[in-house]
């Protein structure tokens, strides 16, 4: 696996995902925090969600956030959830825009009050809205491994949301979500088997550490071709509209794996750490992550790539 030419993609989505469910946090601070991660080396941050703020309030003022930031190497994304929301994101400058369809039903009448069927038919309506502005598209389709309530998730009905997302967003790419923390490699893998043969080559995963699986998972599927991965500093994070999610695979985590396999991130271990201790502060208690706990590695001798 470690050939030494792997390369990792890592999205970091804490702005958005990591403080949507907690007490709210200023334009300008969340500006702030998009920017340190930035000059931390993540190539991609999710920064901000052009979602009703009576709906999610604390993610107000995505225009604003917006408008903070500069135009750098760093490639900016914002959630939105309909064409409306699309519009307003294009018109603060958004180029690169996820967008979500559930696996499951309930979860996406609980997240965005519309079945499967009509997220799907809504993904279409901001497609047209977005592609002819040259926006770049992520699907992010969530609960593609389990979902919070009754409803039962099996790998074929997800690939069938996969296929009708592509068919209303040509050309977008595809993001599977752990929203609630129920993968497992072997959960994964039922679903990988049922995508083998189709043509999903740029896939992502965005996973959730609920019952400790999360960087788990990330390394079975970096080992199984995934390189691109959605994480959270500090672990923060959790939809507020799924019960018992806990938080994003933490940045920290992930990135200290892999640099210790030998796989290059390009992302300061150090300055993640500095940014999960200051994150601490701005939401008023302490971050879940591990490696922000515990600091980097002690030095090993032998550290050797395993190709
Ligand atoms: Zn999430």
Known sequence: ????????????????????????????????????????????????????????????????????????????WALVPNARGAEAALAAGVRNITVTVSASTAYSEKNVRRSTAEALAGLAEIAAVSQPAGADLDVVVSCAFGSPFDDVISPSPVIDVVDAALRAMPGARITLADTTGTATPRRIAAVFAELAGEAHTDLGLHLHDTRGTALANALWAFEHGVHRFDTATGGLGGSPFAPGAGGNLATEDLVLVLEDLGIPTGIDLDAILRIADSLSSLVGHSVPSRTAAAGPLPFFDSQRPLA
């Open 1 to 76: 696996m470690t050939n030494g030419t792997a390369t990792v993609t890592i999205r970091d989505v804490t702005p958005r995902d990591g403080l949507q469910a907690g007490t709210p946090v200023s334009s300008a601070a969340r500006a702030e925090l998009a920017i340190a991660l930035a000059d931390a080396g993540l190539a991609h941050v999710e920064a901000a969600s052009f979602v009703s703020a009576k709906a999610v309030p604390t993610m107000a003022g995505a225009d604003e956030v917006f408008g903070l930031l500069p135009e750098c190497d760093t490639v900016w």
